[in-house]
């Protein structure tokens, strides 16, 4: 059978990359094949529209298997990554209830928001949990760390549990730099080396963190959160060898908290090469043992992309985005539930994240094949790519004096605030889409009653905290989620009426865009099949009390039925053209003054008819 194979193979000649293009090329009818369909990442670099073996051949991602320096392919041989669930309660009793009952339902993660870091709240946590058996996760205040620390390794030998004891303290002395524009503590070594010292009887109790998740949730783009978690991590290390630690007493204690965006193979990506790239980085300690440059990550999935409005699509971002980080090899997941921007989840939300991960693994079996994504030529290139740029990124952060002096100078906060004020102008130019958005609203829906939980978008407005440089950790949906809100609150809700006349195609195409546009603000849409006259679809539209009259039709017959229009709608309502005709100058000198296309700034637009239309 195999010498048939061949033999059928060898029957069909081989054909280049140039034949291929060639080919491509033809088909765009001479049109540049770069040009066409090559495209530019926010990351730095191109992506083309096919690879082959070629693209491959000389990368040496591929050269180790899973379980093996440098962990590309995982760091280890089965892809069983871990279920949590972070639990949200207003108490220690009913948070541990709340664990018990869940740790029933597959999750095998567990996260806790602790306030109180005493003996007591320990053992009211975790009581009736088999911490053997279960990952413990805590998150606290870093300044409450050590006694946490001290309870928790207390409990656990207790129980005789130090060998087979999982989980993690999130000792971030970082985090209120971010929220908050405060200076990182002097002492954070000293605090860091005491952690370490008391968790020494249980191995795999990690306690230092790189949430570099708060980056990706301030609309960090993938390399920065990259480049920025190797920075981090490195410091760390800096800061605990000089401290008087062994790399493998450091970095073994270091655990990585990354986010996950809906870049479905960029983040797959992402993971495969921060394994690569940690492994490299604890090498050049001459750690004692090649398992010290293992990279132990929890992944989350992204907060920066929710919405309010149509949350049930934040089911399809979360979704892709867990499938991302499984198919990567991550250690834990953490599905953010779908209604988390509004309002404390609730069970049927919380059950939903859980069910999304047992549908990666009971139904895709997902955890059934380590890093299925090798080999692939787009991945593999994928993943050297973001590699590069990440690991400029973090060439860059060493040359300034490393990630806690770039911290506290701001350098970290400013980039990621001008990548998030880079992604808003796209989604405001609808360069970025978020489907139910900025793109494809559901017209008629209303959120305002919904909403329960308020968030803020400046995270350093607490100024008693300190006067540097906060994240900006502000959604890429809030800025339109803004408008309808206000058109929602408004005593009026504006009418657009969609003045549909002439070529039959363009007329149809025009009121849908236009309808799409407008219902970004939660406008009341009136679409229509089609008018004879101009006159019928203005006495239509005054009829109906439109606030806005859009004329939808070809680019030739504007000409005349624009100005027609605009003049016996004689300022009744906001009247705009839906389109960018090359009679654009003739137009505006009759007086009208509202275009609307694809080139249009969406929101900008929005925010000036919201201003002139809410009452």
Not at 108 to 114: A, C, M, N, P
Not at 461 to 466: D, I, L, S, T
Request: aromatic share 8%; charged share 25%.
């Amino acid at each position: 059978m195999a010498e048939m194979k061949e033999k059928l193979f060898d029957q069909f000649p081989a054909v280049s990359t140039e034949e291929w293009k060639a080919k491509v090329e033809a088909d765009l009818k001479g049109a540049p094949f770069d040009k066409k369909l090559v495209w530019r990442t926010n990351e730095g670099f191109n992506v083309q529209p096919m690879y082959r073996a070629e693209d491959i051949e000389n990368l040496k991602t591929t050269d180790s298997l899973p379980g093996e320096y440098p962990y590309i392919r995982g760091t280890r041989t089965d892809n069983d990554w871990l279920t949590r669930q972070e639990i949200v309660a207003e108490n220690a009793v009913e948070a541990n209830a709340k664990a018990v009952e869940v740790l029933g339902k597959g999750v095998t993660s567990l996260g806790f928001k602790v306030e109180e870091t005493t003996a007591e709240t320990v053992a009211t946590l975790l009581k009736d949990i088999d911490i053997t058996k279960v990952e413990i996760n805590f998150n606290c205040c870093p300044c409450h760390a050590a006694e946490l620390a001290q309870a928790l390794v207390d409990y656990i030998k207790a129980n005789n549990a130090c060998e087979s004891f999982r989980g993690s303290i999130e000792f971030n002395p970082f985090r209120r730099a971010f929220k908050h524009g405060a200076s990182v503590p002097a002492e954070v070594a000293q605090k860091a080396a005491q952690l370490i010292a008391i968790v020494k009887d249980v191995p795999a109790l990690r306690v230092i963190s790189v949430d570099s998740a708060m980056l990706n949730n301030s609309g960090a783009y993938i390399f920065q959160e990259l480049g920025y978690a190797l920075a981090w991590g490195a410091e760390w290390l800096n800061l605990l060898t000089e401290a008087g630690l062994t790399v493998d007493q450091a970095a073994k204690r270091i655990k990585f908290n990354m986010g996950i965006s809906s870049n479905y193979f960029m983040e797959l990506a992402k993971f495969r090469a921060a394994r690569m790239l940690w492994a490299q980085i604890v090498e050049q300690f001459k750690p004692e043992c090649k398992c010290s440059c293992k990279m132990m990550t929890h992944a989350t999935t992204s907060t920066f992309n929710l919405t309010i409005f149509d949350a049930h699509v934040n089911l399809l971002r979360t979704q892709t985005e867990a499938m991302s980080a499984a198919l990567a090899g991550v250690d834990s997941i953490t599905v953010t539930p779908f209604d988390a921007t509004y309002k404390t989840p609730d069970a049927f939300s919380e059950r939903i994240a859980r069910n999304q991960q047992f549908l990666l693994k009971e139904e895709s079996h997902l955890d059934k094949i380590v890093d299925p994504a090798g080999g692939s030529y787009y991945v593999e290139t994928l993943t050297v790519s973001i590699a590069q740029e990440a690991w400029k990124l973090f060439l860059e952060v060493e040359e300034k004096g490393g990630f806690l002096a770039c911290v506290n100078n701001g350098d970290v906060q400013k980039a990621v605030n001008a990548s998030s004020e880079k992604r808003h102008g796209d989604m405001a130019r609808r360069k970025e889409i978020l489907l139910g958005t900025n793109q494809y609203p559901n017209f008629g829906e209303m959120a305002a009653e919904k909403i329960v939980k308020k968030e803020c978008a400046c995270a350093c407005a607490n100024k008693e905290e300190g006067e540097g440089v906060a994240l900006t950790m502000k959604r890429a949906a809030s800025d339109f989620e803004d408008l309808r809100l206000a058109t929602e609150a408004a005593t009026n809700r504006p009418k657009v009426f969609m003045l549909t006349i002439g070529n039959l195609a363009m007329r149809l195409a025009r009121s849908q865009f236009s309808a799409n546009f407008f219902g970004c603000a939660g406008y009341e849409i009136i679409d229509n099949l089609g008018f004879n006259t101009v006159e019928e679809g203005v006495n239509a539209a005054v009829e109906k009390n439109a606030d806005i009259v859009v004329i939808c039709s070809s680019d030739d017959e504007y000409e005349t039925l624009a100005p027609e229009a605009f003049k016996a709608l004689n300022g009744r309502a906001e009247f705009v053209v839906a389109g960018a005709p090359a009679c654009t100058e003739a137009l505006q000198a009759e007086g009208i003054t509202n275009f609307i296309n694809v080139r249009s700034n969406v929101l900008e637009t929005l925010q000036a008819f919201n201003a002139k239309l809410l009452k």
